[in-house]
């Protein structure tokens, strides 16, 4: 996925000389990966309770060693970056996860509705 994705970025850059885009760093794009697996994993046992969105950052905080942010040099802004991370993931991993869920039990109800119908109409 990160190769890829830098190729991408490489490609549409049109100046050898200067950089005009930013490389995602490999233990960014490993966190937010290990994020969504753990928020997906835990969602459908926390998704009706309330407050949703600050459990899964706690966890997430919990589980993950931010540590790599901290050492590459931006030590004095570390805890805003971890919770910019953290916020983005939830924001856009819990709606994601939401939206997947109603659609499968949207398909599943349709699904059902479809077979009882066939069942009526067989039997006529």
Request: hydrophobic content about 40%; some cysteine; overall charge positive.
């Amino acid at each position: 996925m990160l190769l890829a994705t830098n190729n991408f970025i490489y490609f549409i850059e049109y100046e050898e000389d200067r950089q005009f885009l930013t490389y995602p760093a490999k233990k960014l794009v490993e966190t937010v990966s290990a994020s969504i697996s753990l928020l997906e994993s835990n969602m459908e046992k926390v998704a009706h309770l309330g407050s949703v969105e600050e459990m899964m950052r706690v966890t997430s905080k919990e589980t993950f060693n931010f540590g790599w942010i901290g050492s590459s040099g931006c030590s004095l802004h570390s805890q805003k970056i971890v919770d910019s991370i953290v916020r983005g993931v939830t924001r856009i991993a819990i709606p994601w996860w939401c939206k997947q869920t109603n659609r499968s039990v949207s398909e599943a109800k349709r699904q059902r509705a479809v077979k009882r119908k066939l069942t009526i109409l067989s039997h006529k």
